[in-house]
């Protein structure tokens, strides 16, 4: 179902009567699988814990190490490692690289993507913080490996003095202080110049919004960018950083990152603090980063990653001193001797354009040394289902006061969402919990069998989002199902997950996920990385890609 105008504004009204409430219940219980989750035999229910904690593995992880390197970067994109060989070089300067990017924005060169990325930016702080990092590279003593790289971050996250919206119209209230990530980056030296757009309070995957005008698709102005991270995406496809804050509770991490031809992360749950995310703490959802190459993954978790006493959950990760020469070392590790799970009833599930080259995909990883292994796992069909009721009831609850206060501030979307989650019963959202504690159980048991889960990324490439739907209200339940279908699995779970482009159809791309054991972002990011060394992220720059060094 795919409503605008006046036709969405007539069906959220119809929504928010107790007939209409019933009407919308059923027809999302269908829509979303939920009706057959709820359907299932309690065999397939666990016992409930209400606890997110991610079940470790039981086995050491990892294969043998091929020790190749770092892989080569995508010809023509600007990484980390490129910067600071630039700036080691005297090539170019932080200073210089700010003063780049805030051009390229001023003069509006954004290319298909149309609208600016950014919600607001600060680049007077971050122009301060250019010439510190400036001196210190010229005294050869950076802080780590960002400083001086300029870094996004997405419009959920607290920095302090900048106005928080949360892709919303109503909610503006200025951060008091930096949360515990952001705090860490600046630490490193990285120049946060600007809070990137999100869709509203991170509700939508595809990039739409009525309240800002949305940056495009880098590939299509005609297409939608993904989201939530929808400008963090959108900014490092477009070059104006290497790297990007984002967050994930349902793929919107991956979603953009797949869509716009890049790699992103979402890491295990717990292993970046969320202490200053203004989406509420919640179940499922991590921060992480999208990035050009997946050592610039790696740089920005070796600088976020600490436990912070804000985050009870950031308590879980093993921080030992050697886990970021652990995460370095994976990206020479190759995948000779890696078990790679597939489910085939997944990719039967993808849309038929795309299941071929995913199946080449993963077959040019059996080429390289991995053991391709199908595995049967029904209850990944209901991942989808489990992650709706979960992200969407704790937004519910985490917004009960402001649907009070600012119902009309709302989109029509949101609204018709809201009304469709308070149809569900307690009974039904534990039988829901019940069977994803059962599913983390079994989901573990299949990660000590193998080493990695392959799934797609998307059911399909981007959703179409014509420039004259800019500020209209929009709501696209298959497009949701289409961009969340495959993501919620490491949701619901807590699991790492990576996403790696593989290729475009229609000129549009697409992606390949991994889900790894818990705390195993390492395992991860060596499948990311050898899919980078054998050329499958190779796409072309975007139109207005701004070279940064």
């Not at 900048?162 to 952001?182: K, Q």
């Not at 993954?297 to 990760?317: E, I």
């Not at 995948?335 to 080259?357: F, M, S």
């Not at 989002?465 to 339940?477: F, K, M, N, P």
Request: proline fraction near 7%; aromatic fraction near 6%; hydrophobic fraction near 40%.
């Amino acid at each position: 179902m795919r409503l605008t105008g006046p036709a969405l504004t007539l069906a959220r009204r119809a929504a928010e009567t107790p007939a209409g409430a019933l009407l919308l219940r059923r027809q999302a219980l269908s829509d979303f699988g939920i009706d057959r989750l709820l359907d299932l035999p309690p065999s397939e229910r666990g016992p409930l814990r209400f606890d997110p904690q991610p079940l470790h593995p039981t086995r050491k992880r990892g294969w043998q190490d091929q020790q190749l390197g770092r892989p080569a970067s995508t010809p023509g994109r600007t990484t980390t490692a490129m910067l600071r060989d630039a700036f080691k070089q005297g090539d170019t300067s932080p200073v210089e690289v700010l003063q780049s990017i805030q051009h390229q924005l001023g003069a509006r060169r954004l290319g298909q993507a149309a609208h600016s990325p950014f919600v607001c930016t600060d680049f007077e702080r971050a122009m301060e913080a250019a010439h510190a990092s400036q001196e210190r590279w010229a005294r050869g003593e950076p802080l780590g490996e960002l400083d001086g790289i300029p870094m996004p971050i997405k419009d959920q996250v607290e920095m302090e003095g900048l106005p928080l919206r949360c892709g919303t119209r109503y909610f503006s209230e200025v951060a008091r202080r930096d949360a515990f990530v952001v705090e860490a980056l600046r630490l490193e030296g990285a120049l946060l110049y600007g809070r990137t757009h999100t869709t509203e309070w991170g509700m939508n995957p595809s990039g739409f919004s009525p309240h800002f005008a949305m940056p495009r698709n880098v590939y299509s102005s005609q297409h939608g960018a993904g989201g939530s991270s929808t400008g963090s995406g959108v900014a490092v496809a477009l070059g104006l950083a290497p790297v990007a804050l984002g967050s994930d509770g349902g793929g919107s991490i991956r979603i953009p990152s797949a869509l716009n031809g890049l790699l992103g992360i979402k890491p295990t749950f717990g292993r970046i603090s969320r202490s200053g995310d203004a989406f509420g703490a919640g179940t499922v959802s991590s921060m992480g980063p999208l990035g050009q190459s997946t050592a610039d993954l790696v740089d920005f978790l070796s600088a976020a990653c600490a436990p912070d006493p804000r985050d009870p959950a950031s308590r879980w990760a093993p921080h030992h001193p050697e886990r970021t020469s652990q995460w370095k070392a994976a990206l020479g590790r190759g995948v000779r001797g890696c078990r790679i799970g597939y489910i085939p009833d997944e990719l039967d599930a993808l849309d038929p354009a795309l299941q071929q080259p995913t199946l080449e995909a993963l077959r040019s990883f059996a080429a390289e040394g991995a053991t391709l292994v199908e595995v049967d796992f029904p209850l990944a069909a209901h991942a989808l289902a489990i992650g709706v009721l979960a992200i969407g009831l704790e937004t519910l609850a985490n917004l009960a006061d402001h649907l009070i206060m600012h119902p009309a501030d709302f989109s029509e979307e949101v609204r018709v969402m809201m009304a469709s989650l308070r149809t569900i019963t307690t009974d039904e959202f534990f039988a829901a919990q019940r069977t994803r504690e059962l599913l983390k159980e079994r989901l573990r048991d299949l990660l000590d069998d193998v080493d990695l889960l392959a799934l797609p990324t998307t059911r399909t490439t981007a959703l179409p989002y014509d420039l004259s739907l800019t500020g209209a209200e929009l709501l696209d339940d298959q497009g949701t199902r289409d961009m969340c279908r495959f993501t919620f699995l490491a949701n619901i779970s807590g699991l790492p997950a990576g996403t790696l482009p593989i290729g475009r159809h229609k000129e549009l791309p697409f992606g390949l996920q991994f889900v790894g054991a818990a705390f195993d972002e390492a395992s991860i990011i060596a499948a990311l990385a050898h899919g980078e060394r054998m050329g499958l992220n190779h796409l072309p720059a975007p139109a207005d890609y701004l070279k940064l060094a």
